[in-house]
């Protein structure tokens, strides 16, 4: 009830201000309402796992720049879904001027013992979380939890956090990336395979390139656990993220891949994500985006 009312608070808010003719909502404020209305029917506090209580074109204009938004989260949560629906509200609304927020909803498997087992769910996605813990300097991992370009959480129920975290990665210049000719081998419907390239830029560090396929669009019928009896939906689901090469310094990146789909996956639900990340899980210096694998 309290997360109705405030929704309803905030909606009259932005029915006062847009009429009063205040200044446009920031990022974070916009995004905050996004949420709250989603958050309806879900409580929204941040959970571990032993805590009982608690677009559619790559970038290619130097000038969009890439913030690459990972989620990681849990259909076992019952704390994840408000900020599932603020991912979708992200990827859709793109409320971030001159950016292009790429989005990464990434399963963890800890909570799978809690009579769900997740079927997104990942021990490798779980480990990338426990890598970030380390390289941030965090107490634990927990969901949901948002981690924007490798450097910065996002707290979720703080506009003005969310806001500065969105905007700063936006100002951030960012190395180019492009994946081309992304075709599915006829023959073997469960090949799918791309071209990847990245400039050097001006960084002088060696980084990783990784490859993520993501599914566009998921929904699930959760039968047991926290959430059970509820549908949900994600938006970009990882299925695999695979470190594909590095990129030198002073030197460009480019390389043919292949890599092997589940059997069944509709490549027309498919994102291919590649992004350059410093080693260790460290900041991520370019991003693109490929939909609708043909």
Known sequence: ???????????????????????????????????????????????????????????????????????????????????????????????VPVAQLIVLSE??????????????????????????????????????????????????????????VLQDAAAVPKVLVRIDAVTIDAASPTVLRAHIEADSGSDKHNADVFVAVALDHVESQVLHGENGGRRLTHVAVVLQLTKIGKLQKERNFSQNIQLKLKSGTDPRNIRLIAFVQESGAGKIVGAALRKSVS
Not at 1 to 6: F, I
Not at 49 to 74: G, M
């Open 107 to 164: 399963h963890v498997d800890y909570w799978d013992h809690d009579g769900w087992k997740d079927p997104n769910s990942s021990s490798a996605l779980t480990e990338r979380q426990s890598e970030y813990v380390r390289a941030l300097g965090l107490k634990t991992a927990y969901t949901p939890q948002f981690i924007v370009d490798g450097t910065r959480e996002m707290h979720i129920g703080d506009p003005q956090q969310m806001d500065k």
């Open 1 to 95: 009830m309290k997360w109705l009312l405030l929704s309803k608070t905030f909606s009259l808010k932005l029915l006062a201000m847009s009429r009063g003719g205040s200044a446009p909502l920031s990022v974070g404020a916009f995004l905050l309402f996004g949420l709250l209305s989603a958050a309806v029917m879900f409580p929204l506090d941040g959970r571990g796992p032993t805590d009982d209580k608690a677009t559619t074109a790559q970038v290619s204009n130097a000038n969009v720049r890439p913030v690459v938004v990972e989620l990681f989260t849990s259909e076992g949560c019952s704390s994840c879904p408000p900020a599932d629906a603020l991912l979708q509200t992200m990827d859709t609304s793109q409320p």
